[in-house]
């Protein structure tokens, strides 16, 4: 590019004395695009009309038609909206004061009059130079962040890079997934993003969590019924397949479906078709099943509770979500991402990171809820946090639990207690279940939609 083509760049001279202006103008033509404005309307007109780089601001105490005010009025409006624009105070000598509020409130630099141009060039100059990183910076943060995005989805460990790899090969093919992965990991979001990139994108995309909802409630939920198939069906009702037609049916905790309704879903895998509860006349869909499951299915098939056949049928493709203690990388990234994301729920305070030790905490936490673990912990931590930097206790790594809850004294109410109780007992049993709900439930002698309820208030997860 030879200097002619060249594209310069802009700066804008706001001064209410016409002879600086000029002055100014017939040094700097040539190595800028010189604009000139002689009050502060025409100043702020040009800058949003030209949009320059650099901006050099008179700030005359003794100016006759621009006070000091003005000029730093023009500041803020610059750095409200502009705040990339380099703005540089010029003053007069007994004006210092003025220039020091400018800089506190984002001017680049001051330069006390008498002006000495080479001295101004250089200013103008490293004003750029600086610009110029800030932008590229920008840059460099913007398409990092990119990489770590996908969808929803967080993640730069390479076993995250692969699974967003692996997502888009699948995605567009219409092949049944099956995801697995620890409790917390980030299936749904997976099940989502593969919906979201499909060619389905634009149909129904169902959840249908099969531990949450009772089996004899389950086929009907899937299936939809007719009207007197059974007691209680008053009407005619269609199920969550018919209704998801030409979309995305996102079966989640698969791993707890009875062995009746496993045989209707491969029936389903197979030959897509569908009869509802009540009737033999089969309707024909075209539905994208995505099933998840934080089971070991093959432990499953092994114990005579899951079918081997479905099992095949559903991982056509697996996807396997890392639990989050095995993929450390992630851990600071995703802490960042939470707190940001829920920062603006408690907008009073200003949150800037997480101190060294809670940082350390976390890379050496075993996490066994994962990423919601993590979401839970940030957002409570967000709440709880009395400094702009949140601790571990904030997130609750140095919290004494206390199960010893009768004392001398009553110190609880039976409420607290009962609530205690029930968590420390639901983790145990989950524990022994190894992250069975329905084992889990029959340990606790409840029934599995209850132990759901509560694992989905006390935010407990399977495993
Ligand atoms: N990689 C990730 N990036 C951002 N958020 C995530 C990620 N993985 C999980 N989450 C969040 O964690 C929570 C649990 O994810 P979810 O998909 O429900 O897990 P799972 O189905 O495996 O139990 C959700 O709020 C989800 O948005
Ligand atoms: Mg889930």
Redesign the pocket.
Same mark, same amino acid.
């Given at each position: 590019m030879s200097d002619k083509e060249k594209v310069l760049a802009k700066i804008l001279i706001v001064d209410d004395d016409v002879g600086i202006l000029n002055q100014l103008k017939w040094v700097l033509q040539g190595e800028y695009e010189v604009l000139i404005a002689s009050n502060k309307e025409e100043g702020l007109r040009i800058i949003e009309e030209k949009m320059p780089e650099l901006v050099a601001l008179d700030v005359n105490l003794n100016g006759i038609s621009f006070s000091d005010r003005e000029g730093i009025e023009i500041l803020d409006k610059i750095k409200n909206r502009f705040p990339f624009i380099k703005v540089i105070m010029i003053t007069g000598d007994d004006s210092k004061e003025i220039a020091l509020e400018a800089i506190n409130k984002g001017a680049y630099d001051y330069y006390v009059k008498p002006i000495n141009i080479e001295e101004l060039k250089i200013i103008f100059r490293r004003a750029l130079y600086i610009q110029n990183l800030e932008k590229e910076n920008k840059r460099l943060t913007e398409e990092l962040q990119g990489r770590f995005k996908f969808g929803?989805?967080? *993640?730069d460990s390479p076993q995250?890079q692969n699974i967003f790899s692996l997502i888009r090969k699948v995605a567009p093919t219409d092949a049944t997934v099956l995801?697995t992965?620890?409790? *917390?990991?980030?299936?749904?979001?997976?099940?989502k993003a593969i919906h979201s990139l499909s060619l389905r994108r634009d149909e129904a995309f169902i959840v249908i969590n099969c531990a949450s909802i009772p089996e004899n409630l389950l086929e009907s939920e899937l299936f939809g019924h007719e009207k007197g198939a059974f007691t209680g069906a008053h009407i005619q009702r269609k199920g969550k397949l018919e209704v998801a037609d030409k979309g995305t049916v996102f079966l989640?905790e698969i791993g707890e479906m009875s062995l009746s309704l496993q045989v209707k879903i491969l029936r389903f895998l197979q030959e897509k078709v569908i009869e509802r509860v009540g009737s033999n006349t089969p309707i024909e869909l075209d539905v994208r099943i995505i099933a998840?499951t934080?089971q070991d299915l093959k432990e499953r098939i092994k114990e005579g509770k899951f079918r081997e056949d479905l099992y095949y049928r559903l991982s056509v493709i697996n996807i396997n979500?890392p639990s989050l203690r095995n993929r450390k990388d992630?851990i600071l990234l995703?802490a960042n991402?939470?707190l940001n994301k829920y920062k603006k729920e408690v907008s009073t305070k200003t949150m800037k990171g997480f101190t060294k030790q809670a940082k350390e905490l976390m890379l050496s936490y075993s996490w066994p809820g994962?990423?919601?673990e993590?979401?839970n912990r940030v957002r409570r931590a967000l709440i709880l946090a009395d400094n702009s930097f949140i601790t571990p206790s904030d997130l609750g790594f140095e919290e004494k639990r206390d199960m010893n809850i009768i004392g001398e004294t009553i110190k609880v109410s039976l409420k607290k207690a009962r609530c205690t109780l029930e968590i420390e007992l639901i983790k145990k049993a989950l524990k022994e279940a190894k992250g069975n709900i329905s084992l889990a439930a029959k340990i606790l002698e409840i029934s599995r939609p209850t132990l759901y309820d509560l694992m989905k208030k006390y935010n407990i997860?399977a495993m």
């Open positions: 929803e989805m967080v *993640g995250m995801v992965g620890e409790s *917390g990991t980030g299936k749904e979001l997976v099940a989640d998840a934080n979500l992630d995703l991402y939470f994962n990423v919601r993590m979401e997860s």
